[in-house]
């Protein structure tokens, strides 16, 4: 069933809003902040039903696409960050692993056909509570159609990346190991953390 | 500020209930579950004020500590699987990266003292919703005292190790990683799933 209402915050990077819970998801009454009995953090109680609400990380799941010696880039057609460039990528769904997240972000994002290859990175994102996977993807054709969340898709060579108009530092950070990686002749798995 | 209500879900791998929100966290009114306009599923969403509420998979964080040729486990002391064995993990919270989260946990856990090392294995649990995730840590003193939701800490040489009794298949499949890449001289990173 479809409806009007619209997600813009479907799919993309922003900012948790920690202590945001005012109501009860079970029974609509109001929640207070406090610690629970064998617990040792806040968490939204329902102070009628006590029902107990927990907010936790998320996982953003993606791909580095290549196709010969190019990379797959999509420019943002949605905030934040539009018109700047990143790797196709989004939440992670219930009923999916990480790597199917993955590709299905690739498929909607870029268009792109593409084999998943080994997990590349672990990128934690403490700030907005994430954590950001890319599986590295290797194109086997260079037809891509991006979907209505990218204003077009293109691949780069190394030297054409435009370093300076990449929407996201986990992006920016896997695109670095890549190529470095690259330089090495040997890819890697690599975890990093931005604060 | 602490109460009485329980927290009996609080880090413990648990089913989710896909479409259980039944009320807005916002307003408290009435969500129906829609596919938004720019979206592909149905999402929880607010009758009254629109707020729509996304449901995703949660990581789960942990470590394998290891003491000269054994390794540690924790026996439960809480449901689910009270009285089995499993490697210190729990829910990864706001405000820690993965590394941190898994180091908290061994310490509530099993009071082990360890040094991280690399991520070792990434399972996907899709039935529940859940990515586990285990670091390997070089335990630096053989003292530890498990805390309240553990029974019993205990070190296994590979060959004691009670496989019958093991609370989790992602312990159980971490472990099995472990002793084999052990006997192969080289420790690697491991991506897995779990039907």
Redesign the interface.
């Not at 069933?1 to 997600?7: E, F, G, I, P, V």
């Not at 107990?52 to 998320?58: C, D, G, K, V």
């Not at 939440?91 to 790597?99: N, R, V």
């Given at each position: 069933?479809?409806?009007?209402?619209?997600?813009p915050?479907?799919r993309l990077p922003t900012m948790?809003a920690?202590r945001?819970?005012?109501?009860?998801?079970?029974?609509?009454?109001?929640v207070q902040y406090?610690?629970?009995?064998?617990?040792n953090?806040?968490?939204?109680?329902c102070t009628v039903c006590?029902t107990?609400?927990?907010?936790?990380?998320?996982?953003v799941v993606g791909t580095l696409p290549v196709w010969e010696d190019k990379v797959l880039l999509c420019r943002r057609a949605i905030e934040p960050r539009r018109g700047l460039w990143t790797l196709p990528a989004g939440?992670?769904?219930?009923?999916?692993?990480?790597?199917e997240g993955a590709l299905r972000e690739t498929v909607e994002e870029s268009g792109a056909h593409v084999e998943l290859e080994?997990?590349f990175s672990?990128i934690?994102v403490?700030r907005v509570?994430q954590?950001h996977l890319f599986y590295r993807a290797r194109m086997v054709d260079d037809d891509f159609v991006p979907g209505?969340e990218s204003l077009e898709a293109r691949l780069f060579a190394e030297d054409e990346v435009p370093w300076d108009e990449i929407a996201f530092r986990t992006t920016k950070k896997t695109l670095e190991l890549f190529f470095a990686d690259r330089r090495a002749g040997r890819f890697g798995?690599h975890?990093a953390?931005i604060a």
């Open positions: 069933m479809r409806h009007n209402y619209t997600s915050s479907n948790f920690p945001s819970i005012k109501h009860c998801r079970a029974c609509g009454a109001e406090l610690v629970p009995v064998d617990d953090r806040d968490r939204a109680t006590t107990i609400h927990y907010e936790n990380p998320l996982n939440f992670m769904e219930l009923g999916e692993t990480t790597a080994p997990l672990l934690n403490v509570g954590v209505p798995f975890a953390d």
